[in-house]
DNA sequence: AGTGAAAACTGGCTTAAGCCAGTTGACCAG
DNA sequence: CTGGTCAACTGGCTTAAGCCAGTTTTCACT
């Protein structure tokens, strides 16, 4: 009967993926159910079961399935992205609520809000930052605050943020103490620092080993890289934030004027 | 000889992984150096051929090395990111230069930019469009342009642009025709609409297969999607762009105002 | 010297078999 | 009813062998 469908100059693990995410693309295997197992697969489709373990890997690469030891392989849901702008930084929200832009959105997602100051040293900055800073990467050590997000204790994303001496100097950002309300931005503004422009410089790509880790990120998914600087109303850069959040449960979400 | 190093509780195809990655990164192999062969390494280590396999696939999802059939597999070499700011947008760099933002940033890097509308056609918009754009996603077909953008003849992002019917009308901005010097922006403007806000909300995500096959995009590498919408100076939407960029090649930069 | 075919590489993908380690549910003893 | 054990599932990972399809090198013949 000659061959029959077109799609087949294929390996046969690429058109079993095939088939399988058609079949979660059109809904008819919705998000969370389980697909068949591999040695079912292999059974199913007359392949060896590492073939219809390949097939899996490929979906699981694509973001589209997710397996778990012991029970299967399972069709990811897409929670809904959070969506972090650049009212993060807007002081009047901040006076409004008293509280993060951050632990807003995960409540209105009904789910339960917690930061975590993981460490706060004084260490040479990396390249990057110090040229952002406008100081010596060599010469001249920085404050350096390592946060974590999470929700539902799931972390979701972590910030470091690096801090010129001359800027933090005895003060609470120096110190592991508690920031209080208003968070870190108000302690800026406390030492005269008030951020009137922001740089946002956004990247992709995928998590390396440690991030993978920290972060608990599945196969398959990346993380969203953003180096913000925040400019004084000189704008003069006082600090410094890296941000690293994965990217199925983050989106970043811009509204700005348009400059000539 | 009991366990020498502390690092053994994992399977042979990540320990392996792992000794690459270290020599990656610590430069021992700088970028573009090959891989020992997955034949080499499995004698090299004393493992299957399918493992020194699997251990260089590891890598490659990582998007630390490439592998070429035929030839053997590469440490991935980390192209300068191609940087995209809010100022794609502005009026005077668009008059200053005659040229879009898009080539000035490749032709920086010592590459040819080329773009190129693949189709202009009328659809019904998708819903997250549709809802941008004010319009009902059921009931009225808006423009739709797709847009390719080229660096050396390589892909490296597309662009698929909405616009109300409303707003095209039988403008130059609903025909195939070539739109001539400042492009798209400036014939909006020629139609009254002067871009004053932007909103651009940021995702990434593993490729669909089509967007592999379309943009060349070898594994491991993540897209960058961003949801465009202009606002004119009444604050009301007239078009929406889905781009959708290589994120080993892209990145955005944006630099705007706090407001309160 | 030039050229063209073959040999010796490279990765791509599959099969078949096996052991290990989580998970689940049935069933049995208390 | 509770708690524990165990068998039957699940995926994780490896080995060993083989065929295929690209690429590069070699070498003999022109």
Redesign the pocket.
């Known amino acids: 009967m000659g061959q029959a469908a077109n799609s087949d100059r294929q390996?046969?693990?690429?058109?079993v993926a095939d088939e399988l995410r058609a079949a979660i693309t059109s809904g008819d295997l919705p998000a969370g159910r389980k697909?068949?197992?591999?040695?079912?697969l292999?059974a199913q489709y007359?392949?060896?079961?590492?073939?219809?373990?390949?097939?899996?890997?490929i979906l699981q690469r694509e973001g589209l399935a997710i397996?778990?030891?012991?029970?299967?392989?399972f069709v990811r849901s897409r929670p809904p992205l959070m969506r972090l702008g650049a009212n993060r930084y807007s002081r009047r929200l901040r006076e409004e609520t008293g509280v993060s832009p951050f632990r807003i959105e995960v409540t209105k997602q009904g789910r339960t809000p917690r930061t975590e100051c993981r460490s706060v040293t004084r260490e040479l900055p990396p390249a990057d930052v110090a040229q952002r800073l406008g100081v010596d990467p060599q010469a001249s050590t920085v404050v350096r605050r390592e946060n974590w997000y999470f929700a539902d204790d799931e972390p979701v994303q972590v910030g470091v943020t690096y801090i010129p001496e001359a800027v933090a100097g005895t003060s609470p950002l120096a110190s592991e103490q508690v920031l209080g309300r208003g968070s870190i931005y108000a302690r800026f503004e406390d030492l005269g620092y008030v951020i009137s422009r922001i740089r946002e410089e956004i990247s992709a790509r995928m998590p390396s080993r440690d991030e993978t880790e920290g972060l608990q990120i599945p196969p398959g998914v990346p993380v969203i890289e953003v180096l913000h600087t925040s400019l004084d109303d000189k704008q003069r850069p006082f600090e410094v934030t890296r941000f690293v959040m994965r990217a199925d449960l983050n989106g970043l979400d811009y509204e700005m004027p348009v400059e000539d």
Chains 1, 2 share one sequence.
Do not use: F, V, Y
């Open positions: 390996p046969p693990s690429r058109r697909l068949p197992s591999e040695r079912e292999a007359g392949i060896a079961r590492n073939t219809a373990r390949e097939a899996i890997a397996s778990q030891h012991g029970r299967g392989a």
